[in-house]
């Protein structure tokens, strides 16, 4: 039963154009929303986050809206660079959960030059 | 200032035998969480502790796993008599203040043959 789901397992993009990604969930007591970068042998890296008081957040190239009645969230980076190609996981939490993340199952992006 | 650091990278298991990952977290973090990822699969969390104590263990499976962090030294996660489904990526994470945006260490890969 997945709480958390990335429905695309991977994403090829163009250098230059956006990368959107997208991620719903089930749980409505989810409060709090991030999205993780991982490359091959590394753990993942936190890239941003967003409440769900807030439907949008930006950080440079990263934006993160969220979607409150859909329960969907969606990453966007613009413009997109081949360093960006990595695995993104998209992971949700609730205030009662002590800090424990529950994580999608990750969308492989590829940004060819 | 050093990441979190997990050693061993790379861990190889006979059934049975026991395997113990080991997690110094960042200088200053005092809460520590472990998470594990099976293939093709998103992370999922396994535990949460602060110095001495367990504060959330829901995710550990109930036998043969169990996680320390005492007051001196690393955190251990140690599984005894593994078998081979426990081969995964197992991913130790830290934070000041028990906030989501922890940092990951590098994760250990263990392979049970």
């Known amino acids: 039963d997945q709480q958390v789901k990335q429905n695309s397992p991977s994403l090829s993009v163009q250098e230059g154009r956006i990368s959107i990604l997208n991620c719903d969930y089930t749980n409505s007591m989810f409060d709090y929303f991030l999205w993780y970068k991982k490359y091959p042998a590394e753990g993942p890296t936190f890239l941003i986050s967003i409440s769900s008081i807030k439907d949008k957040n930006e950080d440079g190239r990263f934006t993160v809206f969220l979607n409150k009645s859909a329960k969907h969230l969606s990453l966007h980076i613009v413009p997109s660079q081949p360093g960006d190609s990595a695995v993104y996981f998209c992971a949700a939490s609730y205030g009662g959960s002590q800090g424990n993340l529950i994580f999608g199952k990750g969308t492989k992006l590829s940004v060819k030059p | 200032n050093a990441g979190v650091m997990q050693n061993p990278r790379h861990l190889v298991r006979r059934r049975g035998q026991e395997a113990r990952l080991r997690c110094s977290p960042m200088k200053g973090h005092s809460h520590v969480y472990w998470y594990r990822q099976l293939p093709e699969e998103g992370l999922k969390f396994m535990v949460y502790l602060q110095k001495e104590n367990i504060i959330d263990e829901s995710g550990m499976p109930k036998e043969r796993f169990s996680a320390e962090f005492p007051k001196e030294g690393p955190s251990i996660l140690r599984i005894q008599q593994v078998v081979r489904g426990d081969s995964a990526a197992y991913f130790c994470?830290?934070?000041?203040?028990?906030?989501?945006?922890?940092?990951f260490g590098s994760g250990t890969r263990l392979t049970v043959v």
């Open positions: 994470a830290s934070s000041p203040t028990g906030q989501y945006g922890y940092t």
